[in-house]
Structure formats: structure tokens, C-alpha cells
């Protein structure tokens, strides 16, 4: 029965492309629910536990690019499985200790509701922490990217900065972002259909076309 449960749980994980379970839950910031950022994008993110040091080292790098999201019409959320007290006294903590304020809410998810949905709990661990997962979710509220990381190791800001940036360069302009991509580099533009779009495409001084399935532009 245990083995099935586990099982079921790994099934239920959300999908690429799926959307993204709402949930109602008490935060750092009073009671909020997914369906009310609609129209924005969300990156949501669990962390293992309150006053553990690598936890404590991504939200004050979490924080450092709070703005940066917050203007790309992008809000962030935590998520543990600690309670809304625990969470206060450890933010109150960080910005005694690192200077540091957290502006955004945190969730605190003790009957591990919303974990679950997000399978951000996983069949091996004992359910008392939530991995590193990071859920960015677009602005109709459908899953975008989801990344997992162990619990030894800290996130890499930037990367979801980057990667946040590249997915709406994706839906601005129909495009796709090649390896290392950073704003203001060249985009990879869709394959032609058709041996004549190729053959256009190959003679189209717009695009630089290593070959014509490979084609990159400038953004204008």
C-alpha cells in the first residue's frame, strides 16, 4: 500500500504545459490563493526548512532579485512545510543577521496541501522537508519550467532570472533561445515548413543560417 501511494504521488506530479494547481494558503503575507496572481507571471519555489544555512543563503539571494522579477510582471512565493510563526522569526532573523528584508510571501504549508499538488515532496524522504523545487508559471496560469535541485545544493538566481526572461522573449516573439542565452543575444527562429521557405531563408540576409534548420535573428 505504501509502495502504491508513493507510486500515485510521483504520478500526480504537474507537467510542462499543464496547469498549474490552485491552492488557497496562510502565508507571511495573510491568506492568498494562485488563481488571484492571473495575468501574472509566479515563480514558486520550496525550500527544505526555516534556520537551515543554505535555505537562509537563497533567500537573501532570492530577495536580490526580487525587483528584477517584480518588473518583469513575475511575483515569487516560498513554500515550506514550517508554520507562519516559524517563518516570521526566521525572516526577522535574516534581516538581523544579513541586512537583508524579505519582501515576499511565504507559505506555510503544515498539512503539506500544496506541496503534495507539486510534488515537492519526495517518495524517498521521510515528509518532513520539501525539496528544492522552482515552479515558473505564466500569466494564463500554466506551467512553464520546473526545475528540482538536492538539498545540499543552493539555486542559482541568475539561471532563473534567465530562464524567466527567456520564456517570455519565447512568447513576445514566437521565437526560440539557444544555449547560454542571455537578453540581446540572437534567437533561433522556428524551421521552415516547406523546401521553399528553406531555400528563402538561406538567402534572407535577416537571418544568419548555419544551415537552413538552423537559423538565428536579432530582436529589433
Known amino acids: 500500500m505504501e509502495q502504491l501511494e508513493q507510486t500515485m504521488q510521483v504520478q500526480s506530479l504537474p507537467r510542462i504545459g499543464e496547469k498549474a494547481p490552485d491552492f488557497t494558503a496562510k502565508t507571511t503575507h495573510g491568506e492568498l490563493s494562485l488563481s488571484a496572481y492571473k495575468g501574472k507571471w509566479v515563480v514558486l519555489f520550496s525550500h527544505p526548512a526555516d534556520f537551515t544555512p543554505v535555505c537562509t543563503s537563497e533567500f537573501v539571494a532570492f530577495q536580490e532579485v526580487y525587483d528584477r522579477l517584480l518588473g518583469m510582471n513575475t511575483e515569487l512565493i516560498g513554500l515550506s512545510i514550517d508554520s507562519v510563526s516559524s517563518h516570521i522569526a526566521w525572516v526577522r532573523n535574516i534581516e538581523e543577521n544579513f541586512n537583508t528584508t524579505i519582501d515576499f510571501p511565504i507559505i506555510a504549508d503544515l498539512d503539506q496541501q500544496v506541496a503534495t499538488k507539486y510534488g515537492m515532496i519526495m517518495p524517498e524522504s521521510d515528509g518532513t522537508e520539501t525539496s528544492r523545487a522552482v515552479f515558473v508559471i505564466d500569466d494564463k496560469q500554466t506551467i512553464r519550467a520546473l526545475i528540482y535541485y538536492p538539498l545540499s545544493t543552493g539555486r542559482n538566481m541568475e539561471e532563473i532570472v534567465r530562464l524567466v526572461k527567456a520564456l517570455r522573449t519565447t512568447d ?33 540576409s535577416e537571418y544568419e543560417c548555419i544551415d537552413w534548420y538552423f537559423c538565428k535573428k536579432e530582436l529589433k
Open 172 to 204: 513576445d516573439h514566437e521565437v526560440s533561445t539557444p544555449a547560454n542565452w542571455e537578453p540581446g543575444d540572437k534567437v533561433i527562429v522556428k524551421p521552415p515548413q516547406t523546401k521553399e521557405e528553406a531555400n528563402e531563408r538561406m538567402n534572407n
